[in-house]
C-alpha cells in the first residue's frame, strides 16, 4: 500500500496465457495535482489585481465630473467585466479547493428548509423585472448532515441557473423530500428544456448548451461542475431530467444515512 499507485490490466495471449501489466501512474497523479495547484494558485494571483481595479472603478463612477462625461459608459462596462472575472476566479477557487479536498466535509447539522426559503428569495431577486415565479415545497421537519457554506453554493447555483437559463415568467420550484432511498432537492423549472445528447457534458467545466446566448446570462460556466463535486463529496449523485418544451429538473441525491430531523435529532425510529 505505500509504494507507487499502479495501473493494472490484464493482457491475454496465445495458449490462454495471461500477462499483468503494471504501469506506474505515480507522474500522472503528479502531474494532476499540479494541474490543481496551478488553477489555484493562477486564481489567488489574479483576484487581488481584480478587486483593485474593481474598486478604483467604483470610485471613478462616483465621482460626478467623470460620470458626466463620455467615460460613463465604458466605466460601468469595465466594472462589469471585472466583477465577471472576479466572479470566474471564486468559482475556480472553489473548484479547486473542492477537487483537492479528499477528505469527507466535516459534517454538520443543516437546516435544508430556511436556507431554501432564503435561496428562493434571492431568486425572485436576481430575476428582478423578468418576474420568475419561485416557490418551495419543502418537508419542514427535513435537515442534513452536510457542509453548510457548500450545500448553499450547490443549491443556489441550481436555482440561479433555473432563472438565468428559463424564459421570463417561468415557473420554478425547489423541492426538499426524503423517500427511503435518501434525501432529495430538486429545483424543477417550465422552460425550454434541454436536448438529449447536451446532458451528460452539462456538469463539464464551461460547457454550455449555446455558448454565445448563455454567457450572456453572466453564469461562470462552472456552476454545475461544482454542484456535481459537492454532491459527491456528501456520497450522493447528481441527477439531470429534461424535455424539450416541457422543462427541466437539476436534483441532488443524498444517502439516507446522512438525513436528520429538525434541530439535528436523529430521523431513524429509535436513533
Ligand atoms: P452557467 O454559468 O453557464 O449557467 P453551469 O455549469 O451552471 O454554467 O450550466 C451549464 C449550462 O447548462 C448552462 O450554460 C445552460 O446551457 C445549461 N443549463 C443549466 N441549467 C439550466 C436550466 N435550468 N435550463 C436550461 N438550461 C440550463
Sequence with gaps: PDGPPLSLRVSRYGGGRRLLIATDVSRLHRLEQMRRDFVANVSHELRTPLTVIGGYLETLLDSDDVCASRWQQPLRRMQQQSARMLHIIEDLLMLAKLETQTER???????????????????????????????????????LLGNEQELRSAFSNLTFNAVRHTPAGSHIVLRWYADERGAHMEVVDDGDGIAPHHLPRLTERFYRVDRGRDRE???????????????????????????????????????????????????????
Design 105 to 143: 466535509p466535516s459534517l454538520r447539522p443543516v437546516a435544508v428548509p430556511g436556507m431554501l426559503a432564503a435561496i428562493a428569495e434571492d431568486g425572485i431577486a436576481l430575476s428582478g423585472e423578468a418576474g420568475h415565479r419561485i416557490k418551495t415545497e419543502v418537508d419542514a421537519e427535513l435537515w
Design 217 to 271: 446570462h453572466g453564469g461562470t460556466g462552472l456552476g454545475l461542475a461544482i454542484v456535481k463535486h459537492v454532491v459527491i463529496r456528501h456520497g450522493g449523485q447528481m441527477r439531470i431530467e429534461s424535455r424539450v418544451g416541457v422543462g427541466s429538473t437539476f436534483a441532488c441525491d443524498f444517502p439516507a444515512p446522512l438525513i436528520i430531523g429538525r434541530g439535528g435529532r436523529r430521523a431513524a425510529a429509535g436513533e
